[in-house]
């Protein structure tokens, strides 16, 4: 159970950086805490997993660290089969489709990145593209707005 209705993809980018000298203040640690919290919900597709391991391990995150991110997003995370593929709008970076197909067909309301590529195509898409800080704000006012709602199955 969420206690929002927001179902975010984050990309590769704001994992890594939550890992590497992220301080306590850190909005991309308290983007992951508060999902933990399970104030909203984060989507994955096989893809995007793929992805997330491939890039801990290039940038040495300890195997320690990636089974425990792995094992909390196997746990509270919501996995999302690809079943549409067809986007109005590609990014310039191939590895982006993968994230923004999960945001399209996990009905997300947030991609969370630091790109300025994947940021340039918000409006395009029925999502929100944005960077953590803003959907932490998003998230605070949902907080203050809406009720507890369950995770879907």
């Not at 179902?7 to 508060?34: C, H, I, Q, W």
């Not at 990636?66 to 590609?90: C, D, K, M, N």
């Not at 800080?133 to 907080?143: G, I, M």
Request: include cysteine; hydrophobic fraction near 35%.
């Amino acid at each position: 159970m969420t206690k929002t209705p927001l179902r975010s993809v984050p990309d590769t980018n704001v994992l890594l950086a939550s890992k590497v000298g992220a301080g306590p203040a850190s909005p991309n640690r308290e983007y992951f805490d508060r999902w933990e919290r399970r104030e909203f919900l984060i989507l994955y597709s096989r893809d995007t997993l793929l992805e997330y391991i491939e890039k801990l391990l290039e940038k040495a995150i300890p195997e320690e660290t990636v089974r425990g991110f792995l094992s909390s997003l196997f746990h509270i995370g919501e996995e999302v089969p690809i079943q549409y593929f067809h986007l109005r709008t590609y990014p310039i970076d191939a590895d982006d489709i993968a994230f923004l197909l999960c945001a399209h067909n996990g009905e997300g309301t947030h991609l969370v990145t630091y790109d300025r590529h994947l940021r340039n195509l918000g409006g395009q898409h029925p999502f929100r593209i944005c960077g953590p800080v803003e959907f932490l704000k998003d998230l605070r006012q949902a907080l203050k707005t809406e009720p507890t709602t369950p995770a879907r199955p």
